[in-house]
Each structure stands twice: as structure tokens, then as C-alpha cells.
């Protein structure tokens, strides 16, 4: 496995859900479903995207 880190490919706003799909073997889509589909339920998931953008370190 790969270290999580935001991916200069397969990006549509900041890279979080590719970086997170790249680390966990999954497609970025179903990240990406999985991410908005929790944004339906109450809680800090916007807020948590927020700071892996701004402290996850790009890919080199």
C-alpha cells in the first residue's frame, strides 16, 4: 500500500477521495459516491475533507 498523499491524476476538486481510493485499493468513483452520499447524515465529513485538503501532501 501506498502512503496517503493527494494524487496529481484522477483529480476533480482537491484529490482527497483519489488519494483515498489509491490508498485502500478502491476506484476514486466510489469514494467519491461513498463521500457525498455521507454528507446526507449529520456530522463533520465536509470539515474533515476541508483538512485532509489543506494537510495531505501531494503526491511527488
Given at each position: ?12 476538486i ?32 465536509f ?8 494537510f495531505l501532501?501531494q503526491?511527488?
Amino acid at each position: 500500500m501506498s502512503a496517503l498523499a493527494r494524487p496529481r491524476h484522477n483529480r476533480v476538486i482537491a484529490g482527497v477521495c483519489a488519494g483515498i481510493a489509491e490508498r485502500f485499493g478502491l476506484t476514486p468513483w466510489t469514494v467519491r459516491i461513498l463521500f457525498l452520499a455521507s454528507c446526507l447524515l449529520p456530522g463533520p465529513q465536509f470539515l474533515i475533507y476541508l483538512a485532509l485538503w489543506l494537510f495531505l501532501p501531494q503526491e511527488p
